[in-house]
C-alpha cells in the first residue's frame, strides 16, 4: 500500500480529473451506438407527442419540417412502428393540409407496416385516416366502408375516445348521403361515450355536426343552441383546435345570415373572411365568406357583397376542387393560350427563317426558290389551322367578349347586369341511380343529356356557364343584353324537359337502364358575371339570384320547370303557368313560385 503526501495526492487528483474530462469529451464525440439509438427514439418520441398541439394551433410547416426530421431518425435506428407512426401523423397532417394523394401514401406506408406487425389499433387509426381522404373527395361510399372497418376493429379494443371519434364520423359520412336518421343514430352513440369520458374537444365537434342536421331540418333555434354549447365547451378547453372553433364560428355566423341577423354575421365572420391567411380551417374562411355576401346582400351594400363572394372564390382555388369537367375546362384554357403562344412563335421563326434563305440563296436555282415558298406557305397554313383551333378552345370555354378583353389586357373585369335570367336543372335521385350504373354507363348518360342541354341553350343564345356533378347551370342575357331573356329561357327549359321526356321513351324500348328525371328552376333578377384572380380562369355568375334560382331549382318536383314571380312577370300571356302560392324555401324564406304549363308535365302541383 502506497501513502501519497499532500502534494503527491494533489498531482494524482488533477490526472484523474483530466482523464474523466477526456472520457466526457471522447463520449460526445463517439457516444456508442445503443446510446445514440436511444437518443433519435426519443427524439422521434418527442415530436410525435407534440402532433396534437401543432395542429392545434394550426402550425402546419413546423410540423411538417418535424415529422419529416423524425421520419430520417426512424429510418436510422431502423424502428419499424416508430416509422409507422411517423407515416400516420403526416398522412393526418396532408389532409389538414389538403395534399390528398400525399396523405394517402403515407397513410398507405403505415397501414403495410402496422398489418405487418399485426397492431390493430393502429391498422384502425389508418383505416379512419384513409376513410377521411375519401370523405374530403366525396367518395362517400368507400369512407363508409374503411370507416366501419376502423369501427369493427376499435369496437373490440379499449379505447373509448377513439371508437366516439369514428362513430362521429361515419354520422357525417351518412349525412352526405342525407340518411339523417341514421347520422343522428352515429352521432347521439359519440356522444354518449364521449360525456362518459369526459372529452370535451370531442364533445364540441360532435354538437357541431348534430347542429348541422337540425338545421337541414328547419329547427334553427336548437342548431343555435347546440353551436353555443359547442362554442362554450372549446373556450373552456385550453387543448381546443384553432381550427375546430373556427368551424363553429362560420356556422354561427351562416345561421345568423339564414334568420336576417345580418349584423351579428359580421361581428362572428369578418376575421375569419378578411384574414384568411391567419385561419387555419380554409372551409370555415369559405362559409364566413357566404355568410358575409348573403349579409351585405340583405344590408344594401352589393360593393362589399362582391368583395365577399370574391374572397369566397379565391380561397377556393386554393383549395381541392374534385370537379372533373370544371378541370377539363381549365387544361383546355391553357393549351389554348400555349396554342396561341406557340402559332405566334412559330410565325416568327418562320418569317425570319424566309429573310435568311433569301440572303445565303440568292443564287440559288429556280427550284430551290419554290421550294422554299413551298415551305413557307405550310408552315403558314399550319400556323393559321392552329391559331384557328386555339381561338375556338378558348371560345368554348369563355363569351366571346370576355375571351378578346381577356387576350388583350391579360384580364377580366367583372360586370354587373341588371336584369338576366338564370336557369338550374339537375337530376332527381342522381346519387341513387348512380350506384345502379357502371362508371361508364354513368358518364355516357350524363354526357348524352348535357350535350343535348347544350345544344338547346345555343340555339336559343343562352350562355352556358358550368355543370357541378348532376347540376347544370345557364344564363340568359349577358353578356349580351337581350330583353327576351326570360322567354327565351323558358322556352329552353321546355325543350331540355322534352327531350328527357323522349330520351327515357327510347331506354325503356332498348337498354333498360335507369330512368333519369330532372328537376328546373328559373328566377330572374341582377347578377355580377366574369372571371376572377390571374390564371386557371373559369367565367362565371354570383349574386343573390343564383342563389334563388337554385332554391326554386330545389323547390321543383321533377319533371316539372319551377319559376320565381319576377320570371313570370316577364313571360306573363306567353305560357300557361300555375301559381303555386307562397312556398318556404331554405335560407330564403317564402317565394312565390308558378309551374310552367308543357306537354311532360306529369305529378301533383303542390
Known sequence: MVILGKKQF????KICLVIQ?????????????????????????????????KLRLGEYEILRQNLVLALEKSNRIENELLKARVYNQLGILNIYEYRFPEALSNLQNALTIFET???????????????????SLNNYSQAKQYYRLSMEIREKGDDPGSLGVVYNNLGIVFTHMNKLDSALYYHHKSLEILEAIEDFSRIAVTLIHIAR???EQGDLDTSMDLLRESYELLESDPKRRISTKEVVQSEI????????????????????????EYTSSKISAQNCCNALHLAFVGLGDHEKALAAHMNYVRIGEDMLSNQAIQEVTRLELNYAFDQIHKADSLRFESESQLQQERINRQRMGLMAAIGILILVSMLAVIV???KRRSEELLLNILPATVASELKKTGKSVPRKYDLVTVIFADIKEFTNISEKLSPEELIQEINTIFTSFDRIVDKHGIEKIKTIGDC??????LPDENKDHAL?????AIEMQEFMRENNRRKKDTSGNPIFEIRIGLHSGPVVAGIVGTKKFQYDIWGDTVNTANRLETACKPGKINISESTYKLVEGKFNCECRGNIDSKGKGKISMFYVEHSDSAGDDT
Open 384 to 386: 393559321v389551322k392552329g
Open 117 to 135: 406487425h399485426d397492431k390493430a389499433e393502429g391498422v384502425a387509426e389508418c383505416y379512419n385516416n384513409i376513410a377521411s381522404i375519401h370523405l
Open 21 to 53: 474530462l477526456s472520457c466526457i469529451v471522447l463520449a460526445m464525440v463517439f457516444p456508442s451506438p445503443l446510446a445514440a439509438s436511444s437518443s433519435e427514439e426519443e427524439g422521434v418520441k418527442a415530436i410525435l407527442e407534440s402532433v396534437d398541439e
Open 213 to 215: 342536421i337540425v338545421k
Open 253 to 276: 355566423g351562416l345561421l345568423f345570415s339564414l334568420s336576417g341577423q345580418y349584423e351579428k354575421v359580421l361581428e362572428w365572420c369578418s376575421d375569419l373572411c378578411w384574414d384568411v
Open 10 to 13: 494533489r498531482i494524482a487528483s
Open 472 to 477: 347544370y347551370m345557364a344564363v340568359c342575357g
Open 488 to 492: 327565351k329561357s323558358v322556352q329552353a
